[in-house]
């Protein structure tokens, strides 16, 4: 989300599009953080699930592909002559993201179990 905002400073700031060596090397950053934890987070999403987790991780994975494509397939087509709707795009779903993570209900020692 930090990268998110950044960007999204820096396109505000400096205007749209912005220098396109940064909005490279944040796209990449975001892109490579993702990689790292949407794999984690689904494990650890799917943990609680036990006998059912095979079917869990079917579900899981349609509605992520699902989701992804049309949110997608929306953003793309906002980008006609701007890159300002993927910058939005990353902020609101890195901002969805923290609060979700901060609402987590769960105790504390269940990844220590």
Not at 80 to 88: D, G, M, Q, T
Not at 91 to 99: F, M, N, R
């Amino acid at each position: 989300m930090l990268v998110a905002v950044g960007l999204t400073i820096i396109t505000v700031s400096f205007g749209d599009p912005p220098n396109m060596l940064l909005f490279f090397i944040a796209v990449t950053l975001m892109m490579a953080i993702n990689l790292a934890v949407e794999p984690n987070s689904s494990a650890l999403a799917l943990e609680p699930l036990g006998q059912v987790a095979g079917m869990a991780a079917s579900v899981y994975g349609t509605l992520f592909f699902s989701i992804g494509a049309a949110l997608g397939s929306i953003v793309s087509n906002l980008m006609s002559n701007s890159v300002s709707p993927l910058v939005i795009s990353y902020l609101v779903i890195g901002i969805s993201g923290l609060l979700l993570a901060l609402n987590d209900r769960r105790p504390n020692d269940v990844l220590h179990d």
